[in-house]
């Protein structure tokens, strides 16, 4: 029989292999993080018919003569090629986006299979799994050690949908603020005149408007004064008035000015910003102030000292006054519970690069102190002839709250380094606050899952905090080609695809994890429609092999007639 028949029949053969490796490039074209297959053709035995010679003195070698006797599919490549990434609504979809592949597990981590298709999804439990209900693996927040323990070995990844976030008391606050070098008072400067209708002025002709809800006595007591606390005035013992802060005044300018109307006599304000009242008249004068409706704040007498010279023996000086205050910020804590509290700064210029820090609360709360005082820390703060912080004081403080909290909560003052500009500074600038935070949270629940290019799954809680709860393994192989297909988008490590090297993504040549994508297909259309091609004139050719051989067959049984 002749040779080439057997040779079309391999032909045919082979050339069925490879239209079948096409044709499920074809049927995978959307199948997601599908890798095409290709057929490699190869040729099958030769029968030798004479073996080559060597020259032999006069005469020149000779070369084998040897006829094939078809060809085969010598293997079937798979090609991994990075496959497009198409852009989802769904967090939970991931892509790797180069080397490596998910794990995942059927059995509890006993064994793993591999995937490129990242459509996973949530289960009844938790559990992040595939479109099979395999369970991706990666590696757990560890609550003791507070951070996903790379160290330890892939687990099934879970994520409680009831997990909740407890509070954290607040133990540091950062302030970064500059204090203007010039001046005190720059803006309003000290008052030494009034003009013909008995108006306040200051050096500049401008109105004192000191606002009065940052005022200091003359202990360094804040009084913080609030909208709708009040204070009642009655002057020679006749009956109380009562003045309200934000309806009666708000300014400086305003209450002294109604002090002055009620009482006759001059009242003017000192270059300490302390209210002076000047008694010409001979005639004696009481002024008796009495505290009125108030919000978790002490007000007590606002009048400078008094000159004795025009009073009546038995009669009583007030001693105290107020100095306004430079700046002020403020910002809530927390404390053990998760209830917020707000701790408010208050800074007053005392000297060229001086300048004295009050730390005050509201609502009971205590710093360093007991509970309803205004006062709760007083400190200070010096800075170089460069403006950079020379000193600070104090450091920390201790705070407790009036709700039956941790008592004395320590936390740490950063206002920035000696030396360094990186917290209080004090240019010849504008004074203001460039930011404060701290570092304390309230409680909340989990409301939202996302994943990041390293695998780290987080969890943001409706505190508006996030944390890590999973990271997700990425396995990378020294032959990717080499790995078992089982169907469902999953392969299998095998003798020839090297062991599976289990990691970070980003670590070790694997690749990121691109959350919200998925990896298309790579299989290419123009490319698989052309193969389709080839194919079918590869195997009609091999079929006029086989009847053209047949012709000449029947060519030689009409010899025979």
Same mark, same amino acid.
């Given at each position: ?55 032999d ?10 006829v ?11 090609i ?6 198409e ?45 099979n ?92 004064l ?6 009642n ?84 000086t ?52 007991t ?17 950079s ?28 380094s ?26 909340? %629940? !989990? ?8 695998? #780290?799954?987080? $969890?943001?809680? @409706? &505190?508006? =905090?996030? +944390? ?55 299989? %290419? !259309? ?8 080839? #194919?079918?004139? $590869?195997?009609? @050719? &091999?079929? =006029?092999? +086989? ?15």
């Amino acid at each position: 029989m002749m040779r080439s028949l057997w040779s079309g029949v391999s032909g045919l053969q082979a050339h069925q292999i490879a239209m079948d490796v096409e044709g499920n490039n074809i049927a995978n074209v959307n199948t997601v993080g599908f890798k095409y297959s290709r057929a490699n053709f190869s040729d099958m035995l030769s029968q030798t018919s004479k073996i080559a010679s060597a020259p032999d003195g006069g005469l020149g070698g000779t070369n084998a003569v040897q006829v094939g006797l078809g060809s085969s599919v010598g293997s079937v490549s798979k090609i991994f090629s990075q496959g497009s990434l198409e852009k989802t609504d769904k967090n939970t979809d991931m892509a790797i986006s180069g080397d490596g592949f998910f794990t995942v597990s059927a059995d509890g981590g006993k064994s793993y299979k591999y995937t490129r298709a990242g459509d996973f999804k949530f289960d009844a439990n938790g559990m992040l799994v595939d479109g099979n209900g395999y369970i991706l693996q990666g590696w757990l927040y560890d609550e003791e050690q507070g951070k996903i323990d790379l160290a330890s070995t892939v687990k099934d990844v879970k994520v409680d949908s009831s997990l909740t976030m407890p509070a954290k008391s607040t133990s540091s606050i950062r302030l970064k603020a500059n204090l203007n070098s010039g001046e005190y008072n720059e803006k309003t400067s000290s008052v030494f005149e009034v003009d013909a209708n008995g108006q306040f002025l200051t050096t500049n002709g401008d109105e004192v408007t000191e606002n009065l809800s940052a005022v200091f006595n003359e202990s360094g007591e804040k009084l913080g004064l609030k909208v709708g606390d009040s204070f009642n005035i009655a002057i020679n013992g006749g009956t109380p008035e009562e003045l309200v802060y934000g309806t009666d005044f708000s300014t400086v300018e305003d209450l002294r000015s109604i002090l002055a109307n009620r009482t006759g006599v001059g009242v003017s304000i000192n270059s300490d910003g302390k209210f002076m009242v000047e008694n010409t008249g001979g005639t004696a004068l009481q002024i008796d102030i009495s505290e009125g409706t108030q919000n978790n704040e002490n007000f007590t007498n606002l009048l400078s000292p008094l000159s004795t010279a025009a009073l009546q023996p038995g009669f009583s000086t007030y001693s105290q006054g107020m100095a306004t205050a430079t700046h002020g910020t403020s910002i809530d804590v927390l404390d053990s519970l998760g209830s917020k509290h707000t701790v408010r700064f208050d800074f007053r210029n005392v000297g060229e690069g001086r300048w004295d820090m009050k730390i005050t609360s509201a609502g009971g709360t205590s710093i360093g102190g007991t509970p309803n005082e205004n006062i709760l820390l007083g400190g200070s703060v010096t800075f170089n002839s460069d403006g950079s912080l020379a000193s600070a004081n104090p450091s920390t403080l201790k705070f407790t709250g009036n709700n039956g909290s941790t008592e004395n909560q320590v936390i740490d003052l950063d206002l920035g380094s000696i030396g360094g500009f990186g917290g209080l500074t004090s240019y010849n600038a504008e004074t203001k606050t460039a930011g404060i935070s701290q570092d304390g949270f309230g409680a909340g %629940d !989990l409301v939202d899952v996302a994943v990041d290019p390293s695998g #780290v799954v987080s $969890g943001t809680f @409706s &505190n508006g =905090k996030s +944390i890590g709860l999973a990271q997700v393994a990425v396995t990378r192989f020294t032959n990717n080609e080499g790995l078992m297909s089982e169907g469902g988008n999953i392969y299998l490590e095998s003798a020839n695809s090297g062991a599976a090297m289990i990691g970070e993504a980003g670590a070790g040549g694997r690749g990121m994890v691109q959350a919200s994508y998925l990896e298309m297909s790579n299989v %290419d !259309l123009s490319r698989s429609l052309t193969k389709l091609i080839v #194919v079918q004139r $590869g195997f009609q @050719s &091999n079929s =006029k092999t +086989i009847t053209t051989s047949d012709q000449m067959l029947n060519t030689l049984l009409q010899l025979k007639q």
